[in-house]
Structures are given as structure tokens and as C-alpha cells.
């Protein structure tokens, strides 16, 4: 082996380890906003199909 090997294939690995933090830190943060936009659309869901206890109106009680 030369002395590019010794500098080529460390160089290469950690080349590959920087992407993969990159690459993982963006789906990491993608992640969480899929989550988050799940968790309110579930909220609202929830909201919309709860019964509301508000008192009748004026205009809708019987005379």
C-alpha cells in the first residue's frame, strides 16, 4: 500500500460519515414536523367531532 491509501481511504470514510450526520440531521428535523403536523390535524380532527356544551341562545330557546 502507498501513502495515498493511508490518506484516500480515511479521507473518504470520514467524507461519508459528514454526509451522513447532514443527511440524518435533515431527515431528523423532517421527522418532527411530520409528527407535529400529524399531532395537530389529529387535534383538530378531535375538535370537530366533540359535541359542544354551550347553552341554547335567546333565539333558539322555545317559546
Given at each position: ?40 390535524r389529529g387535534a383538530a380532527r ?18
Amino acid at each position: 500500500m502507498t501513502l495515498g491509501h493511508f490518506l484516500y481511504i480515511p479521507g473518504v470514510f470520514l467524507l461519508g460519515v459528514l454526509i451522513g450526520y447532514i443527511l440524518g440531521g435533515r431527515a431528523a428535523v423532517s421527522s418532527a414536523a411530520d409528527r407535529e403536523l400529524a399531532a395537530r390535524r389529529g387535534a383538530a380532527r378531535r375538535a370537530r367531532s366533540e359535541p359542544t356544551h354551550e347553552p341554547p341562545r335567546s333565539g333558539d330557546a322555545p317559546p
